[in-house]
């Protein structure tokens, strides 16, 4: 039962941190720009699909640098080209865009890559056990992984606390056009903001890749998913999305791994039914089975009780 | 005269559903107009949310989805014979559980518009797509449920064997809902629901409250799905998951949004562009999603109101009698435009193409010469400078067409 | 005269600021009641408050004898009170006639209707076209409201607000960033079309204020300082304290 539940909490910690890369990106996005970016999650996939084809001719290593570049890049085009021509038309018109962005990012990777999985490996270098605990072990890869986040959110943090672009960024967030009649340049803020979140996103997209299995719908598994911690969280709150981002790697890990249903809660309750009631798929479900509706539900739930979400302030 | 002119629109909208199936009549094009008559319900029921309420909703496939399962539900009922009517009401059926679904959901999701409503509908739309997944008993799980649509009494000697026959059936249902879609927004809710999208707060102050507003029109959009679902559930006797989700959710913005969402026929135009799309490229490219990614795109960015506000914006050089000023110029851009967009598309198709010989627009391409490929990258670069190079006399040309000759409406 | 709207005891606190401290106010049916005060004294959040956009902290507001205080705005307007903003608050994509007629619709029993088809409502529509003839707009009823010129944009935002037929109509700086001449024709214009109706005013030119009101409550800092007939206002020590100092810290 121990077992259990420390490689579920260490598994949920994996999912949480690489969540909270994708969304503190997302946020950031969201708390400067107003926008809601639809297509992060595609460009964490691109990351994956950038890293594998480095992988292929350089090595992982190589991928690891320059992938999240590229997509900083791309990123950083995007709002230049597309979505700075989009703001004009307003709020609704941004979150359609991004979200035909997202719609076209998919096409384009089944067009370059194809529809098929790629095998995108993690480096032999990490091929072993970190450790071995009740007979289990802990992949060193998956120790990588936790590493590299939170040394991320450290230089996150130290750049948004302690650097003057930081300082902008954070004033930019509260009252953008203060910042602006300053005589900072806000859309190169922007810019820059939205390369650095979709960077984060790629290099998401390249740690996750070898684990999560790189194909091309690997966008759509995660991209909701951070939506809803973004919006759980609080939109435009850091500390709210770190937390739900746990939060919800946590439940999810939580859920797969346990083994109740709804059939112990009935015999719990003295009650049973036959295979034939109508209901039957209600009273054989299991928490695995729902594990994947837990976020969903949850957001549907704080935004009915608490539109804000958890640490949130505004209110749109 | 206005009378008559708005009839007459009405009485053309009839007649081109009555006589499509007479010039379109293999069973592709049939098959098509099935598909057009459901795809434009949809639209239009889309747009009562997200054009005329300002509510952008990712999950409207919901109320169509629950409305497709039950009508298909209904038609199992009818084959064993549990109950007794004609196939020719399933589409109410389809409406009533739209509207049941909606009248639940909105009770809590209209409190806000704006991204507060955007992810309760996503929510909501994942939550219910993944539910009917692990409910495999009434959903069907992966593979869906299917129905028999010949069962039940005749409707005046019809058993709607034929796609045919659905097909009238279906321009009958369309037609109806169009109008009551179009009437509902000449009533004080319609008009209301656009009120509440330009300031949901001076409604409150003018004695309405926002969220009741929103939540009528969630509530007939919700019908309005419905009836489309069952519509759908009639046409391919049956339905899956994949009619539920995002997928779904999807496509509608998609057609509301190219069609152009300030317009009452704005979805009309989207779901028949995003229909003939859908049935006739697919079967000339396996790149099409491709192409719709762009299109779709390419339209936020350049006609923010959609093909229909791009057909409004001639309105005043119509009314001047100066569109055919506009003539040349259009023609001046728009070859080198198009020249543009082929060149293009032979390039994406050639580099996906497997094949020794490559046909396309009838010539004959070898996608292994190199000689091929730089013909086309020439003709791609070219024609991109040719058409920048028109845009400025387009815009002139454009203008003049629309200069208002005197101070009509400067002053007052 | 009998009262219609009363405010008793009144306060609102932002946090730990108070910016309502305790307001008690009467007025009578059927007057012409200004409120001025120096900028920030609370006037507008007064508004919000009377109006429902907020909550207060304490006290009660009666409007028609009936408590309306943390009320929501839909109920408190169809109760029969109605009122402007200072900063336009129009439906800008909706045209002119629609912009009135909306503002009509709750008062004439419509509702929220979804069988009544708003063309064939001939009754409406002419009380609509004579509340734009009213406000001078008639020639621009089918314009986007949001493309008007800013006076014009004003005189909507009145005619919103007195198209309903309210008994009680509250105006917030009614001829706020108008020319002159301008100005004179929108004081016309509100005389001509509260005649009869109570009426309440923020506005800051003093010579609109003594010329319109029957009545002036001044409001400092979250406090009523003196409520009475013009010509004692102006003879009024506290407020002249109250007024002039801030004039002379301002300027």
């Given at each position: 039962m121990l077992e259990v539940f420390i490689f579920a909490t260490l598994n949920g910690l994996v999912t949480g941190l690489l969540l909270f890369m994708l969304a503190s990106g997302l946020t950031l996005i969201f708390s400067m720009m107003g926008v809601l970016n639809f297509a992060h999650a595609s460009f964490y996939m691109l990351g994956a699909y950038f890293a594998f084809s480095i992988s292929q001719y350089i090595g992982f290593w190589a991928g690891l640098?320059?992938?999240?570049?590229?997509?900083?890049?791309?990123?950083?085009?995007?709002?230049?080209?597309?979505?700075?021509?989009?703001?004009?038309?307003?709020?609704?018109?941004?979150?359609?865009?991004?979200?035909?962005?997202?719609?076209?990012?998919?096409e384009i990777i089944q067009f370059v890559w194809g529809r098929d999985t790629k095998n995108y490996q993690y480096p032999d270098l990490l091929d072993f056990p970190l450790f071995t605990l009740f007979g289990q072990e802990f992949s060193a890869y998956r120790g990588f992984m936790i590493a590299i986040s939170i040394g991320i959110f450290i230089c996150l943090y130290r750049v948004l606390t302690k650097s003057r672009i930081g300082i902008i960024i954070q004033a930019a967030i509260t009252h953008p056009n203060t910042v602006a009649n300053l005589g900072h340049n806000v859309p190169l803020v922007f810019m820059g903001v939205f390369g650095v979140g979709t960077a984060l996103a790629g290099l998401a997209g390249v740690i996750a890749g070898p684990v999560l299995t790189t194909f091309p719908g690997m966008a759509a598994v995660l991209g909701s998913i951070v939506f809803v911690i973004v919006v759980i969280g609080g939109l435009g709150s850091l500390a709210g999305a770190f937390i739900a981002s746990l939060?919800?790697?946590?439940?999810?890990?939580?859920?797969?791994?346990?083994?109740?249903?709804?059939?112990?809660?009935?015999?719990?309750?003295?009650?049973?039914?036959?295979?034939?009631?109508?209901?039957?798929?209600?009273?054989?479900?299991?928490?695995?089975?729902?594990?994947?509706?837990?976020?969903?539900?949850?957001?549907?739930?704080?935004?009915?009780?608490?539109?804000?979400?958890?640490?949130?302030?505004?209110?749109? | 005269m206005g009378l008559i002119k708005k009839l007459s629109v009405w009485i053309g909208y009839l007649v081109a559903?009555?006589?499509?199936?007479?010039?379109?009549?293999?069973?592709?094009?049939?098959?098509?107009?099935?598909?057009?008559?459901?795809?434009?319900?949809?639209?239009?029921?889309?747009?009562?949310?997200?054009?005329?309420?300002?509510?952008?909703?990712?999950?409207?496939?919901?109320?169509?989805?629950?409305?497709?399962?039950?009508?298909?539900?209904?038609?199992?009922?009818?084959?064993?014979?549990?109950?007794?009517f004609s196939i020719t009401f399933i589409p109410a059926i389809g409406g009533i559980i739209g509207l049941l679904a909606a009248v639940f959901i909105?009770?809590?999701?209209?409190?806000?518009?704006?991204?507060?409503?955007?992810?309760?509908?996503?929510?909501?739309?994942?939550?219910?797509?993944?539910?009917?997944?692990?409910?495999?008993?009434?959903?069907?799980?992966?593979?869906?449920?299917?129905?028999?649509?010949?069962?039940?009494?005749?409707?005046?000697?019809?058993?709607?064997?034929?796609?045919?026959?659905?097909?009238?059936?279906?321009?009958?249902?369309?037609?109806?809902?169009?109008i009551f879609m179009y009437l509902f927004t000449q009533t004080p809710a319609g008009r209301m629901a656009n009120a509440v999208r330009e300031n949901p707060e001076r409604a409150e102050f003018i004695g309405y409250s926002a969220r009741k507003v929103r939540f009528i029109s969630f509530c007939a959009s919700g019908l309005f799905a419905g009836i489309a679902g069952g519509l759908f559930a009639l046409n391919y006797e049956f339905i899956t998951e994949e009619n539920l989700n995002a997928i779904t959710s999807g496509r509608v913005l998609l057609m509301a949004y190219i069609g152009g969402l300030g317009y009452f026929i704005g979805p009309i135009i989207g779901a028949v562009i995003l229909t003939l799309m859908n049935s006739l490229l697919s079967n000339y490219s396996e790149l099409w999603m491709l192409y719709l990614g762009i299109m779709f795109l390419l339209t936020v960015m350049f006609l923010p109101k959609g093909f229909a506000g791009f057909i409004m914006m001639h309105q005043t050089a119509w009314v001047k009698g100066s569109l055919k000023q506009l003539a040349v110029p259009y023609l001046i851009t728009?070859?080198?435009?198009?020249?543009?967009?082929?060149?293009?598309?032979?390039?994406?198709?050639?580099?996906?193409?497997?094949?020794?010989?490559?046909?396309?627009?009838?010539?004959?391409?070898?996608?292994?010469?190199?000689?091929?490929?730089?013909?086309?990258?020439?003709?791609?670069?070219?024609?991109?400078?040719?058409?920048r190079r028109s845009l400025l006399q387009l815009a002139n040309a454009w203008e003049s067409a629309n200069e208002i000759p005197d101070s009509k409406d400067s002053e007052s | 005269m009998s009262i219609i709207l009363s405010l008793n005891n009144v306060r609102k606190n932002f946090g730990a600021t108070e910016i309502i401290r305790g307001v008690s106010l009467d007025i009578k049916r059927g007057e012409k009641h200004a409120i001025i005060g120096p900028n920030g004294a609370g006037k507008s959040t007064l508004y919000h408050l009377i109006s429902g956009r907020h909550n207060v902290t304490s006290g009660t507001i009666k409007f028609k004898d009936k408590e309306i205080q943390n009320k929501p705005p839909f109920e408190i307007a169809r109760l029969g009170l109605a009122r402007s903003f200072q900063v336009t608050n129009i439906f800008p994509r909706l045209n002119v006639f629609e912009n009135i007629r909306c503002a009509l619709l709750w008062s004439n029993d419509y509702r929220y209707s979804f069988w009544h088809l708003l063309g064939k409502q001939t009754e409406l529509n002419e009380k609509a076209m004579h509340v734009l003839e009213q406000i001078g707009l008639k020639d621009k009823a089918l314009y986007p409201s949001g493309e008007l010129a800013y006076a014009q944009q004003r005189a909507l935002e009145l005619g919103i607000a007195v198209a309903s037929d309210a008994e009680l109509i509250m105006l917030d700086e009614p001829v706020a960033g108008m020319s002159h001449s301008e100005a004179e024709n929108a004081v016309e214009l509100i005389k001509r079309i509260t005649q009869g109706k109570t009426l309440i005013m923020v506005e800051h030119d003093m010579n609109i204020v003594f010329d319109v009101a029957d009545r002036i409550s001044v409001l400092v800092y979250g406090e009523l300082i003196a409520t009475d007939e013009p010509k004692n206002i102006r003879a009024n020590q506290k407020v002249q304290e109250a007024y002039l100092g801030e004039v002379a810290t301002s300027a």
């Open positions: 640098i320059f992938a999240p570049l590229i997509v900083g890049v791309l990123g950083a085009l995007v709002e230049r080209y597309g979505l700075r021509r989009v703001h004009k038309s307003g709020h609704v018109a941004e979150l359609v865009f991004t979200f035909g962005l997202a719609f076209l990012i998919e939060l919800i790697g946590l439940l999810q890990s939580y859920a797969i791994a346990s083994d109740v249903g709804m059939a112990d809660f009935l015999n719990l309750i003295g009650v049973s039914f036959e295979r034939s009631h109508p209901l039957n798929d209600l009273w054989t479900l299991t928490l695995p089975q729902v594990a994947p509706i837990l976020p969903y539900l949850l957001l549907v739930l704080v935004l009915v009780f608490r539109p804000t979400g958890l640490l949130g302030k505004r209110e749109e | 559903l009555l006589v499509a199936p007479l010039f379109f009549d293999s069973i592709l094009a049939i098959s098509i107009l099935n598909q057009m008559t459901i795809a434009i319900i949809f639209a239009l029921s889309y747009n009562m949310l997200l054009g005329q309420g300002g509510m952008l909703s990712f999950g409207h496939a919901v109320y169509f989805g629950l409305g497709g399962f039950l009508a298909v539900h209904a038609l199992i009922l009818i084959e064993h014979e549990t109950v007794f909105g009770s809590f999701s209209t409190r806000k518009a704006g991204t507060v409503f955007a992810m309760i509908s996503l929510g909501i739309g994942e939550l219910v797509a993944s539910s009917s997944l692990i409910f495999s008993d009434f959903f069907g799980g992966e593979a869906g449920i299917s129905g028999d649509r010949t069962f039940g009494p005749l409707f005046f000697g019809f058993d709607f064997a034929q796609n045919i026959e659905i097909y009238y059936l279906s321009a009958v249902w369309v037609f109806i809902a169009t728009g070859i080198p435009a198009l020249l543009f967009s082929t060149a293009c598309v032979a390039i994406i198709e050639m580099s996906a193409s497997e094949e020794e010989v490559f046909h396309y627009l009838g010539m004959e391409l070898n996608p292994h010469s190199i000689f091929t490929w730089v013909i086309a990258i020439i003709i791609v670069v070219a024609s991109f400078y040719a058409t | -």
